[in-house]
């Protein structure tokens, strides 16, 4: 799991859309399945869960505009930030790694 860390000031509708694109970009099929259950999003905002969140689902806290998503294992540091800054939108968005993330 990674997060990423949305640029300020966008509408939620605009933090919607760039998110939506960031797990199409990042997250691949294995999040596609997820998704199908929450309808046109690719990602579940943290206001709407009861609990943890669900596992393997990319989750928009909508309170601080940080997107959390399962990665491929495979995906070193520079290939995620370099991946999430280039859709529509996503310059501005940093990606923080947790210590045991491990890029094969």
């Keep these: 799991m990674i997060t990423l860390i949305l640029p300020e000031g966008l509408s939620p ?11 199409g970009k990042l997250g691949g099929s294995t999040l596609a399945r ?7 999003r690719s990602f579940v905002l943290l206001s709407e869960i009861e609990g943890a ?15 959390t998503l399962p990665v491929s294992a495979n ?3 520079d290939k995620l930030t370099a ?15 947790p210590p045991n993330y491990r890029a094969e």
């Design 13 to 23: 509708e605009r933090y919607h859309a760039l998110a939506q694109r960031l797990v």
């Design 34 to 40: 997820a998704a199908e259950s929450k309808g046109s």
């Design 53 to 67: 969140s669900p596992e393997m689902a990319a989750v928009l806290n909508d309170s601080t505009w940080t997107l």
């Design 75 to 77: 995906l070193g540091a």
């Design 83 to 97: 991946s999430a800054q280039s859709v529509a939108g996503g310059r501005e968005v940093h990606v923080e790694i």
